[in-house]
């Protein structure tokens, strides 16, 4: 899913805790995207992400967490699947990380320490603020 086909779009990468966040903040991640951003993207999930979440899926027998990460699955494959599993030695943050600098990609994601060191590498950031709306860190 893309707002057009064009040369210049910017990748956005989904990571995993961000594919959780319509069910946990019933927010449609697409509908604020275009409202926040004024260029064009194409939204993306790196495959090790996919093998993230079912490798959680899979360690949960019932409850909430089991059915969030069963649908964050089901969600994922509305987008494309970039072939990028993880590596030996690395967690899935680096690979994230190592794709987004390679990419020039805004990384969309929730998990603090991931910003932190994608702010120190000068890569943006979509988050989500204040449980109701996504913002956009260090895009000029």
């Given at each position: 899913m893309a707002s057009s086909e064009n040369k210049t779009q910017r990748l956005i990468i989904l990571d995993a805790n961000f594919l959780l966040v319509p069910i946990k903040n019933r927010?449609?991640?697409?509908?604020?995207?275009?409202?926040?951003?004024?260029?064009?993207?194409?939204v993306v999930v790196l495959s090790g992400t996919i093998d993230e979440l079912k490798r959680k899926y899979k360690s949960l027998?019932?409850?909430k967490e089991r059915k969030e990460l069963q649908f964050a699955i089901k969600y994922a494959a509305h987008f494309e699947i970039i072939p990028c599993p993880l590596e030996e030695n690395k967690d899935m943050d680096d690979v994230i990380i190592d794709f987004a600098v390679k990419h020039k990609a805004i990384v969309a994601t929730n998990d603090t320490k991931l910003r932190k060191k994608l702010r120190e590498l000068k890569v943006p950031t979509i988050f989500v603020r204040e449980k109701k709306y996504l913002k956009i860190n260090g895009y000029e």
């Open positions: 927010i449609d991640i697409l509908s604020e995207l275009y409202s926040l951003l004024t260029f064009p993207f194409k027998k019932v409850g």
